[in-house]
T-cell receptor, first 110, second 116 residues
Framework: SQQGEEDPQALSIQEGENATMNCSYK?????LQWYRQNSGRGLVHLIL?????REKHSGRLRVTLDTSKKSSSLLITASRAADTASYFC??????????FGSGTKLNVKP | DGGITQSPKYLFRKEGQNVTLSCEQN?????MYWYRQDPGQGLRLIYY???????QKGDIAEGYSVSREKKESFPLTVTSAQKNPTAFYLC???????????????FGDGTRLSIL
């Protein structure tokens, strides 16, 4: 299977805490992307990390990629209630084809 | 504002009926995609198009058809052959496979299709 698998499936934390989500995959990739989906909406792109990169930051988001372990993690620091959403990793292959995992449902309690 | 517009937001299909979901983008992107999302699940690729007048089947193309006559438009028809069409359908676009790789996808807000 070429799609990633997120872990955990659901995560509930208090506002201000950090949230960490993981994504594992099985076949070599060109890139890995993280997306957020609010309930009933489309996906919003968060970060893209290329296969030759190890870490990227964007605001309160930090993504790591370990190609030897075929895994990635998304860290959201100082979470807010507005971060409540589902988060998906998408593994990217040739010809800009992507495979999405089933997502991690994050609930940030105020 | 540039973006992707999907319509309608909600759609109901009768037994034996074909329905068409609209997807329009003004981002000047070459590549466009259709995904299906079932409750609590990830996205599964139905069809994708890397350039006008060309498209390829994704992982679950049976019961669906597409056309790409214009760069801006990539409509999806859910045919009567699709026996379980109830789902959330998402359209996306990206700059393009041939010019650049490693590009993010931009998504519309989806169409929710239900059976009457």
């Amino acid at each position: 299977s070429q799609q990633g698998e997120e872990d955990p499936q659901a995560l509930s934390i208090q506002e201000g805490e950090n949230a960490t989500m993981n994504c594992s995959y099985k076949t070599s990739i060109n890139n890995l992307q993280w997306y957020r989906q609010n309930s009933g909406r489309g996906l919003v792109h968060l970060i893209l990390i290329r296969s030759n990169e190890r870490e990227k930051h964007s605001g309160r988001l930090r993504v790591t990629l370990d190609t030897s372990k075929k895994s990635s993690s998304l860290l959201i620091t100082a979470s807010r209630a507005a971060d409540t959403a589902s988060y998906f990793c998408a593994t990217g292959y040739n010809f800009n084809k992507f495979y999405f995992g089933s997502g991690t449902k994050l609930n940030v309690k105020p | 504002d540039g973006g992707i517009t999907q319509s309608p937001k909600y759609l109901f299909r009768k037994e034996g009926q074909n329905v068409t979901l609209s997807c329009e983008q003004n981002l000047n992107h070459d590549a466009m995609y259709w995904y299906r999302q079932d409750p609590g699940q990830g996205l599964r690729l139905i069809y994708y198009s890397q350039i006008v007048n060309d498209f390829q089947k994704g992982d679950i193309a049976e019961g669906y058809s597409v056309s790409r006559e214009k760069k801006e438009s990539f409509p999806l028809t859910v045919t009567s052959a699709q026996k379980n069409p109830t789902a959330f359908y998402l359209c996306a676009s990206s700059i393009g496979a041939h010019r650049q790789v490693n590009q993010p996808q931009h998504f519309g807000d989806g169409t929710r299709l239900s059976i009457l």
